[in-house]
């Protein structure tokens, strides 16, 4: 939709219809508040999109978000999404050679065979009695933060008595989790397949004080409440017109190809200018919600913007022609690849990747991690191509900071895919790119991003997929009730880049909304505290 906005006046104009400002928009239009929301672009989604990225190809591909783990089933169940996710029934494959001999660590397909694996590997069974150990503890973490994560922020203090156990609370919270890790785990495999949750995204060491690595790994682990990491039934894409259905049934505007392009505002309402292909516009609310990075709310209100915080990764898509031969004989492609299959994530490559990247060099051994979604849900595929057994790769590189890639964006890209997918084909029977399927016109069906290309494509500051560096999700001085709250009283942040932001949630999104009705039930009863 893209028609001009029916109303001047709203209780909420939403600036973006990424999925958390849909989901805000949603919940708002179902309380009964009028809801506008604008969109730069000509289509709903951000991030969490389903594309057609290689021309004449049915194959529609969670093209930059790809998995989902942190979105709360109540806030399914409040809006009444159609929306479904899939349970991966493999876990991790970590392929790897010892002994001249090519072998790796299943986990997943049932205790038993991720016991047998673990012991196939390491010789003993002293790496897998410390894995239930570790995830025993962690999963305990999960069920006691996740469900605070859609309530008023709790404080330090308070999220600490709550999780209840001061060994997983130092381990998480206080010490740098590269200390857990070698206190728990002595094989270097085992020891970097845990480390991973770590570095998604985030650009550090296990042992970095700023424990950044801490924060990021603490979001990858309490999803769901057990941490579990599903596959999105028809692509990100369902979820986000699921959403976009549910505000638009509600009652919202949503009108694309609108830019947001100031706001101003006091005590009492905001209004944001915005800009079309016909000229500008103002849109007055009580509220203004701003689903952008903290980077772009200082754009809109004048404010001196925060430094970007760095992105750190590569993404790559792929579609093949069929899943390649695996090395290691005892171990079905069908399952290696359906999980996630790590690539140079040893515990001493994931240090010496960090190392060569802190010092200006793209890493000669990329770290990376591949999932095959179709394997989980053919429906992304037309009937023809799951009919003559295609399958698409979604690739996630790690410790490639942003400042890689300014002198020659094109070139090191270039390089560094060329370096990963080689990291790859070490573990591999034959080559990948005999595998690669072709476009209409005959190119191979591969595209990479960089941080500098998610920058320009998404406006993510410094291509941080997450907006900013990841909060810990209790308050802090300035972080407010909800963790939404900006310096000006009306406007709200709720996007990735609020407290308890980043990954595919919508927590920013209710939470601002609740912020929101909190506010009018407030107003209408000014004797409440």
């Excluded at 429906?379 to 003559?388: D, H, K, S, V, W």
Aim: proline share 7%; with cysteine; aromatic share 6%.
């Amino acid at each position: 939709m893209s028609a001009k906005p029916g109303t001047r006046a709203y209780d909420a104009v939403i600036v973006g219809a990424g999925h958390n400002g849909l989901v805000a928009a949603a919940y708002l239009a179902r309380a009964g508040r009028s809801v506008l929301v604008l969109e730069r672009l000509g289509h709903t989604g951000g991030a969490a999109v389903s594309s057609r990225p290689f021309a004449g190809v049915e194959a529609r591909l969670s093209r930059y978000s790809y998995l989902v783990s942190l979105l709360p089933p109540k806030i399914v169940a409040d809006l009444g999404l159609d929306f479904r996710l899939r349970s991966r029934t493999i876990s991790s494959y970590t392929p790897v050679e010892r002994a001249g001999r090519p072998t790796g660590l299943l986990v997943g397909g049932g205790e038993q065979r991720t016991r047998d694996a673990f012991a196939r590997l390491t010789g003993g069974e002293r790496e897998y009695a410390a894995w239930q150990r570790f995830y025993g503890m962690t999963g305990r973490v999960a069920e006691r933060v996740f469900p605070t994560l859609t309530e008023p922020l709790p404080t330090r203090d308070e999220l600490r008595r709550r999780i209840d156990d001061e060994t997983a609370w130092r381990a998480l919270f206080e010490e740098p989790i590269g200390t857990a890790v070698e206190e728990h785990f002595q094989d270097d495999l085992v020891r970097g397949v845990v480390l991973t949750d770590a570095l998604i995204g985030t650009f550090a060491d296990a042992h970095d004080p700023s424990l950044a690595q801490n924060r990021c790994f603490l979001y990858h682990v309490i999803g769901g409440g057990t941490g579990a990491w599903d596959v999105p039934v028809g692509g990100m894409g369902a979820l986000t017109d699921a959403l976009a259905t549910a505000a638009r049934t509600a009652g919202a505007e949503i009108v694309t190809g609108h830019e947001a392009v100031r706001i101003a505002g006091d005590t009492e309402g905001a209004e944001v200018t915005y800009r079309t292909a016909d000229g500008e516009g103002v849109a007055a609310a009580r509220h203004v919600l701003v689903n952008a990075s903290p980077h772009e709310l200082a754009a809109l209100t004048g404010a001196t913007p925060p430094e970007p915080a760095e992105g750190a990764q590569l993404k790559v898509n792929m579609l093949l022609t069929r899943l390649p031969k695996l090395r290691d004989p005892d171990v079905d492609p069908r399952e290696a690849f359906a999980g996630t299959f790590h690539i140079a994530e040893g515990y001493r490559e994931l240090a010496t990747a960090h190392a060569q990247a802190a010092a200006g060099r793209l890493p000669a051994a990329p770290p990376s991690e591949i999932y095959c979604h179709s394997l989980t849900d053919p429906t992304i595929l037309g009937p023809g191509l799951a009919g003559r057994g295609y399958q698409t790769l979604t690739l996630f590189g790690l410790h490639t900071p942003a400042r890689l890639f300014d002198r020659d964006n094109d070139g090191a890209r270039e390089e560094l895919l060329d370096a990963t997918l080689a990291q790859l084909d070490v573990h591999l029977a034959e080559p990948l790119a005999d595998c690669l399927a072709t476009d209409a016109d005959g190119r191979p069906c591969i595209e990479a991003k960089t941080p500098l290309d998610l920058e320009r494509d998404l406006r993510l500051p410094g291509g941080n997929i997450f907006h900013r560096a990841l909060s810990w999700p209790y308050a802090q001085a300035d972080t407010g009730r909800w963790g939404v709250e900006t310096p000006h009283p009306r406007v709200l942040l709720c996007g990735a880049g609020a407290v308890r932001g980043g990954g595919v949630s919508g927590v920013p999104g209710h939470n601002a909304a609740m912020a929101v009705l909190e506010h009018g039930h407030r107003n209408r009863n000014p004797d409440l505290p």
